[in-house]
């Protein structure tokens, strides 16, 4: 709506469609006795005629969700309403109050005036709802188009008034933005004048960003093993005693993973050091990429790593410990394109919380008990620490026995 035209729309809210017709005869009609007087002024020569008022936009609804989406789309096409008459009661859709409430959610402008009979809701459960309001009349039932006809009119008048006064307000606004940047301009000078100080103070910032980064990637370095990228023993067993208190604390589980390469002696002395390096990152590589999110691995030494599994039973690491051990089998090798025909295999060690360990230390002692097991076993294999006597809890029993978790493959698999 362009800000010299007054604001005449009014939306009828009413379920009864009668109403509706009561509402256009009242605020229509002045405008086509006015088509009449102007085509008669035109015939005859006379003078415009005096308005008895000035014409009325009105649409009519039945339901309260329609309403919401008219006067959403009239303040999305820049042709608000100025006054919406709602009545009370709608069914079976909502009541007026719930209208208007979503009425002045889409247009908070909206002036409303709300047609009820006493009994139908009284003034106070209204104000106690609604609150008070300056954007809210009452008009009792029955009513007269007097009555519609003045509270449209004043209604639409002061619509125009509060966007005029919003309209001043915001060439105010421009103007005390216009005279800020003025003053913007004179204090250039004095930036200017402080420019050497303020390019010390950046030149100052820019030194401590790179401190502060040089710092963190010196803490990084403190904390990662440099030829794998996991965490080194001291940063590993940081975040094991974390985890293993906040177990402790939460009753939840936890499983620890001892992870060791097989016959590495043999690839440094067949192969040299560097192919050994190069098997230790493959391994390290194949770990890390299987991991989830919540698991921690760390480089604990040479060709050992440890692995820290947070709220996982036993069961679901030896699963999880198997698939790497498969996983290792299978890509580590491939990894290393350098030497034909290695074959890198690992031993896994499994133990959990639930076996009774006191310290983060003992949980990794149980779980490299495992590994030696896994060792004697055959090596390529996951043990895990299992129950001495099925049905006792760890406190009743003396020791605790290892368990083979990777299936025996029989000679004659083998030959096949």
């Not at 509402?23 to 007087?37: G, I, V």
């Not at 959610?105 to 609604?130: F, H, K, M």
Request: a negative charge; aromatic letters at 6%; charged letters at 25%.
């Amino acid at each position: 709506m362009l800000p010299d035209l007054l604001n005449r729309r009014v939306l009828v809210v009413d379920d009864n469609s009668s109403i509706h017709h009561d509402f256009l005869k009242t605020l229509r009609l002045e405008m086509d006795q006015d088509a009449l007087e102007q085509a008669r002024s035109a015939l005859f020569g006379e003078s415009n005629p005096l308005r008895s008022h000035e014409p009325f936009e009105v649409d009519c609804v039945s339901q309260g969700q329609v309403a919401v989406t008219f006067v959403q789309t009239a303040k999305k096409e820049g042709r608000p309403y100025a006054v919406a008459f709602v009545d009370m009661r709608m069914p079976p859709g909502w009541d007026g109050l719930e209208t208007i409430e979503y009425l002045w959610e889409a247009d908070p402008g909206l002036q409303v005036v709300i047609c009820t009979a006493y009994s139908d809701q009284p003034w106070d459960e209204i104000r106690n709802r609604i609150g008070r309001n300056d954007k809210l009349l009452i008009l009792q039932k029955p009513f007269n188009s007097i009555e519609v006809l003045q509270l449209a009119t004043a209604l639409c008048r002061k619509w125009d008034l509060t966007h005029k006064v919003a309209r001043q307000l915001n060439e105010l606004s421009h103007l005390v933005d216009e005279r800020t940047r003025e003053l913007q301009q004179a204090n250039k000078q004095l930036t200017e004048a402080n420019q050497a100080l303020v390019q010390t103070v950046a030149d100052l910032e820019v030194a401590q960003a790179e401190i502060l980064r040089q710092n963190k990637e010196l803490e990084g370095l403190a904390s990662r093993d440099p030829l794998t990228g996991c965490l080194n023993r001291r940063a590993f067993y940081t975040a094991f005693e974390q985890a293993f208190t906040e177990t402790r604390q939460r009753r939840n589980e936890l499983c620890c993973l001892m992870v060791d390469i097989d016959n590495f002696k043999r690839i440094n002395d067949q192969f040299g050091h560097a192919v050994g390096d190069q098997a230790i990152q493959a391994v390290a590589n194949c770990i890390c990429t299987g991991l989830r999110l919540t698991d921690i691995v760390g480089r604990y030494g040479g060709e050992e790593f440890c692995l820290m599994f947070p709220g996982t039973t036993l069961t679901e690491a030896t699963d999880l410990a198997e698939r790497l051990r498969i996983r290792i089998g299978t890509e580590a090798s491939d990894r290393m394109r350098v030497v034909a025909g290695l074959m890198i295999t690992v031993s896994i060690g499994v133990s959990a919380m639930t076996f009774g360990a006191r310290t983060p230390l003992e949980l990794i002692d149980q779980a490299d008990k495992a590994l030696y097991a896994a060792k004697e076993g055959g090596r390529n294999c996951v043990m895990a620490l299992d129950l001495l006597v099925p049905g006792m809890t760890p406190s009743e029993q003396l020791d605790l026995q290892v368990r083979r978790v990777t299936p025996r493959v029989s000679t004659s698999s083998i030959a096949r």
